[in-house]
């Protein structure tokens, strides 16, 4: 299995602009996860989804952010537009159904630098 | 409110000896799970043992076991025999029992 894939690695952009990042989730999780790191408010959860649909997102700061899950293989966090305090490193991560005992496999991240 | 507490920013200890990293939770349900990652300075973050709430015994992972104590809703991570690449952020977790919630991490640092 290839794990979570996450794109891009690195993406730095200007204020203003549009910023899309990608997640693959590992094939069969049903369990979808928008995490965001910073240094100030640690690991943050944005926004998960259960078998493509939207469950919870109290986590998304604000109107700019926003995901979407059109199958059970992709998924995109959208921020339009960016501002120099949305630089993080954002994880995807998946898990197997609901059940405390289901850990997340994390993909590798985003690192997003607004300038 | 914060549900995870992590309350060592940051912790040192020698090579090859044993470290224990504290990790206290609060919540009401009865089915959770704890969950230890490690992120080291690459970045990524690595999955290194769980305990569910109902667990009799506390999970073990190589060198890596869980001090679960679930009347003090604690679940410390115990690291034996201390290596140089286990210097790293380590995360305390739970699942409760859909979205996981970290604490705010412990900074390893294994001195030679």
């Known amino acids: 299995d290839a794990g979570v894939i996450q794109s891009p690695r690195h993406e730095v952009t200007e204020m203003g602009q549009e910023v899309t990042l990608r997640c693959k989730p590992i094939?069969?999780?049903?369990?979808l996860f928008w995490y965001r790191q910073t240094m100030m408010r640690g690991l943050e959860l944005l926004i998960y989804?259960?078998?493509?649909?939207?469950?919870?997102d109290s986590g998304m700061p604000e109107d700019r952010f926003s995901a979407k899950m059109p199958n059970a293989s992709f998924s995109t966090l959208k921020i339009q537009p960016s501002e120099p305090r949305d630089s993080a490193v954002y994880f995807c991560?998946?898990?197997?159904?609901?059940?405390?005992?289901?850990?997340?496999?994390f993909g590798s991240g985003t690192r997003l630098t607004v300038v | 409110a914060q549900k995870i507490t992590q309350t060592q920013p940051g912790m040192f200890v020698q090579e090859k000896e044993a470290v224990t990293l504290d990790c206290t939770y609060d919540?009401?349900?009865?089915?959770?799970?704890l969950f230890w990652y490690k992120q080291p300075s690459s970045g990524e973050m690595i999955f290194l043992i769980y305990?569910?709430?109902?667990?009799?015994q506390n999970a073990t992972e190589g060198r890596y076991s869980l001090n679960f104590q679930k009347a003090r809703k604690s679940a410390n991570l115990v690291i034996s025999a201390s290596q140089l690449g286990d210097s790293a952020m380590y995360f305390c977790?739970?699942?409760?029992?859909?979205?996981?919630?970290f604490g705010a991490g412990t900074r390893l640092t294994v001195k030679p």
């Open positions: 305990q569910g709430s109902y667990d009799q």
């Open positions: 919540t009401s349900d009865p089915s959770y799970g």
């Open positions: 989804f259960n078998n493509n649909v939207p469950i919870d």
């Open positions: 094939s069969g999780h049903d369990y």
């Open positions: 991560a998946s898990s197997l159904s609901a059940g405390g005992h289901y850990g997340y496999t």
């Open positions: 977790a739970m699942r409760e029992p859909n979205d996981m919630r």
